[in-house]
């Protein structure tokens, strides 16, 4: 456990490099690598592109909406940003790079960011 | 237009009732009546339940995410929540009923209240 915090703070500490058109989605063997990083964070499919995602719980509404602020703030800090779905007592939030309709490496560090911001 | 808008303030201005389990979800004519003084309010079912969506455009991400915040303590004060999905110039809100699995007078007053914090 201890392995993985501090794996995912040296994932969160990395830069995001710019993205343009044409430029590769992460290769199967480091998205499969990036995502070891990241336990709590999955991969799933939304019309046909591969998103990275994670499910926060909180007690109350309020909680929930504290942390897409939270998370929204990191978003633009870093001009990156994900869909983030706050209901009452959950927040999924939702990394890919639009540009390139799929993951990128800057998807697992905001990923680690936005695991970063929970413990904040 | 103007009547839409005279009509959706009237609807704003009405108090939530307190909902139990058993309380009836509205009556289709009932949705079809309160649908017509929501004009940019459609009503889609997810996993079997209706719920009342819009979907709010927006410039960018920093916008979409002050509008998130805006109907997030709109909720709060009326004690009823929806799920907001907060996106790069775009907040998709849905209203609806979690005790009775379905839409009641409620959410259609909340519609109405997101409809005036965008327009504040």
Known sequence: MENNIADTASLAGQHCTAC??????AAPEEIASLLARLPDWQVVEEDGIARLERVFV??????????????????????????????????????????IGGLHRNDFIMAARTDRALAE
């Open 20 to 25: 343009r058109k044409g430029t590769p989605p």
């Open 58 to 99: 909180f007690s109350n509404f309020a909680q929930a909406l504290s942390f897409t602020i939270r998370v929204g703030k990191l978003a633009e800090q870093a001009g990156h940003h994900p869909a983030i779905l706050t209901e009452w007592g959950r927040v999924r939030v939702s990394w890919w790079t639009h540009i």
